[in-house]
């Protein structure tokens, strides 16, 4: 039994050296084969990343302090990196989202194709397509995205993470008796039908409920939340899912697909595959909220993301026993491309990571 989680690791390591070997020998095959130095990789990011202020941010950032949030200063960093990023992308979809070009051509998960009928169901019965007065007429907002990893055990950032204007967290985690290491606040909760809390009592008192919809079955599963129509077959879904959501529609929102698309095809660059989901193309929803705060937040950070491989035995997520050691390889994530696209993030200053379980001794 003892030896089990060992091997596993061991497999794991070899596995993680022969992807970053394979890696790095490919960028240098492609930098030869064009004859020039290209000073950005496939994606489009710059290949040399350090967290100094290019110059053209100095004097606009360089001279607040420590703990003033910096209008603009994700975006401005990100396009620093990644000169392609455009920060024009709404949070939610709402009314106008006809006019978000982007999106009309993709079905779920990169897009709303084929489901315009329902999201104006969706969007009537809703009303509400922001994150609230108070925060939508900030000048200047501070986000975290909370993910749910082991790594937060113990670390007492609870009184941290709820100094930021937007706390995100995702799926089922759990605040209540977790407070002192994941903090209190919680302004959203992203989620998908399979990923929701099922037990009523489990929901916090207030907070936003965003769908973030991954196959058009999703949306149809949100219109069942919302007008608190009985579920009769749960056909279609990967697992069980919740049948009853205890939110106001007006504390609903449908989280804009765009960002599963940038962050598939472009950030982290998985497999096209024609714009349908396929194998190894669907980003985490961890990438898909960072992705999403890049471009509706100020400066954002995270906490409890990337797994310590060194620690079989530590837990996987901060709110049950699993190991470390259970992680699966998954077929619809590819976790070891998505943790490249999320080390630039980190390594070139563009988030912060509270929890350094994305770069370890690499930053
Ligand atoms: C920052 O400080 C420098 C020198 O102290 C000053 O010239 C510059 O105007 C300041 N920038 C801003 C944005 O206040
Ligand atoms: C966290 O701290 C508690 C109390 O000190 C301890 O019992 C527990 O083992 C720690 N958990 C981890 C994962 O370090
Ligand atoms: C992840 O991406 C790498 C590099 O493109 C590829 O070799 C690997 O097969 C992918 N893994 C999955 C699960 O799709
Ligand atoms: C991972 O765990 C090892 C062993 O406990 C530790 O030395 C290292 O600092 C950890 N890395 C991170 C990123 O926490």
Known sequence: MRMKPNRNFL??????????????????????????????DKQGFLLKLDASLPLELVYKYGNLSEGVCKPGFAAAKMTAIYPKFNKLAPMFLDPN?????????????????????????LLAATKS????????????????????????????????????????????????GFEKDVGSKTTMRITYPEGAIQKTEHYEAQSLFVLSAFKSLDFRWLRHMVFNQRLYSTDGFWKSVARYVPRDPMDMRILNPYFIQEASFKL?????????????????????????????????????????MSTPHAPLHYYEKIRMSAIKESWTHNIS???????????????QDWTNGLCGVEC
């Open 97 to 121: 989202y006809r006019q978000f070009s982007k999106i009309s051509d993709f079905s779920p998960p990169f897009g709303i194709k084929a489901q315009e009928k329902i999201i104006d169901i």
């Open 11 to 40: 497999l794991g390591l070899c596995s993680m050296l022969a992807l970053g070997f394979l890696y790095y020998s490919s960028g240098r095959i492609s930098l030869r084969g064009w004859g020039h130095k290209s000073l950005y």
């Open 129 to 176: 397509y922001g994150l609230g007065e108070e925060l939508d007429s900030m000048s200047c907002k501070t986000c975290i995205i909370v993910g749910n990893g082991g790594i937060l055990t113990n670390r007492s950032l609870g009184q941290r993470i709820d100094e930021f204007d937007v706390v995100i967290r995702l799926n089922e985690a759990p605040v209540k």
């Open 337 to 351: 491309k998505e943790k490249e696209f999320l080390l630039k993030l980190v390594k070139a200053g563009v988030i």
């Open 268 to 308: 982290i660059g998985l497999p096209h595959n024609n714009g349908q989901m396929g194998r190894g193309n669907i980003p985490t929803l961890g990438a898909v909220a960072i992705t999403m705060a890049l471009h509706n937040c100020d400066e954002v950070a995270v906490a409890g993301f990337g797994y310590n």
